[in-house]
């Protein structure tokens, strides 16, 4: 009897002693103080959906995620966002403040280390390139070396493992050649497109009723703003081409804006139009990204601000965003 009692404890012992298997989730937990109203974090991969969680009262939460690898991942709350390191398994937390998003941001647990860096590096990316950078590759590979030794001492500070590290030094290269090739592409264009008659449209639906062409707005400077309902960077200049256009009432400028929106979304750009007291005139390019006026602007990317003069001279294919002081320079250079 008591060799039988001994046999099972040792079982019993050798069974506790197994080791636990490994979770094939991640457990995310955490605090966000001042959290928006809908109180929803958001994570993605990319542009791939994963998951939402709902962040309790206080902005504390605890909740669970698979994630299909390792890697980089996105968290997103009222519209700001950053990067995570997630792996399942692995138990992390984090803390922030969104009057201070990226400032307050702090990981702790599994992978800390990893998302630390991602947060250090984003901060050290904000402080070294502005709007000045992306005006010649001059400046801009200028501003990248002054850049690129700041990274390379982060890499020394954080001591990461160099799988880690050959991801974010790939990254770094594409946006590298990514700038270079988009700055390249931008003085073409001026070169190819400024101070030669404007391409034109004609019959393009008017918010206002009716239709509109380019001709209608001849002996005027036209300023142009091409966008998308669905575009942010081109919503997010919306309430600073209000104040332009408020600003320049009376001026022999008409204010254009174009959507390129798909036909299925007009509904969305009237809606869009109404909600945000839209001014100036809103047309709706007939055939969106495949109209003339597009494609022979050269268009790819938006938003995208031209400035054509009264004699329908294009003054130059890429303007200043509403947003830049250096529209208002150019402006006064023109002497609108």
């Known amino acids: 009897m008591k060799k039988t009692i001994l046999l099972f404890c040792i079982a019993t012992a050798v069974v506790s002693c197994k080791p636990e298997a490994p979770k094939?989730?991640?457990t995310l937990s955490g605090a966000v103080t001042n959290p928006n109203e809908d109180l929803s974090l958001e994570i993605r991969k990319g542009r791939d959906y994963l998951k939402t969680i709902t962040l309790n009262a206080d902005g504390t939460f605890s909740d669970t995620l698979k994630v299909p690898e390792e890697g980089k991942y996105y968290l997103i709350h009222n519209k700001e966002n950053a990067a995570v390191y997630l792996a399942n398994g692995a138990v992390?937390?984090?803390?922030?403040?969104?009057?201070?998003f990226d400032e307050s941001l702090k990981f702790e647990g599994g992978n800390a280390d990893k998302s630390n860096f991602y947060v250090a590096n984003y901060m050290l990316n904000e402080t070294s390139f502005d709007e000045t950078a992306y005006e010649s590759e001059v400046n801009f590979l200028a501003k990248f070396n002054k850049y690129k030794k700041g990274y390379d001492e982060l890499k020394a500070t954080y001591k990461l493992d160099t799988g880690f590290y050959a991801k974010q030094d790939a990254e770094l290269e594409q946006m590298r050649s990514g700038t270079l090739s988009y700055i390249q592409e931008k003085e073409n264009l001026k070169k190819e497109l400024t101070g030669i008659q404007s391409p034109s449209f004609e019959g393009y639906e008017n918010y206002k009723g009716g239709t509109s062409s380019l001709s209608d707005f001849k002996g005027k400077y036209v300023y142009v703003d091409v966008w998308a309902t669905w575009c942010g960077p081109c919503k997010a200049e919306i309430p600073s081409l209000k104040k332009v256009e408020k600003a320049y009432e009376g001026k022999n400028i008409e204010f254009l804006s174009i959507s390129v929106d798909a036909l299925k979304n007009k509904e969305a750009w009237k809606t869009m139009i109404a909600e945000k007291e839209m001014g100036g005139v809103q047309?709706?390019?007939t055939n969106s990204w495949e109209s003339d006026f597009v494609t022979n602007y050269k268009i790819n990317g938006i938003p995208r601000f031209i400035l054509i003069g009264p004699d329908g001279i294009i003054i130059t294919p890429?303007?200043?965003?509403?947003?830049?002081?250096?529209?208002?320079?150019?402006?006064?250079?023109n002497n609108i």
């Not at 992390?92 to 201070?100: D, L, P, R």
């Not at 890429?318 to 250079?333: N, Q």
Request: proline share 6%; aromatic share 16%; no cysteine.
């Open 92 to 100: 992390t937390s984090f803390t922030i403040n969104t009057e201070e």
């Open 24 to 26: 094939d989730y991640v």
């Open 318 to 333: 890429d303007a200043p965003r509403p947003s830049d002081a250096k529209l208002i320079d150019l402006f006064f250079k």
């Open 283 to 285: 047309l709706f390019a």
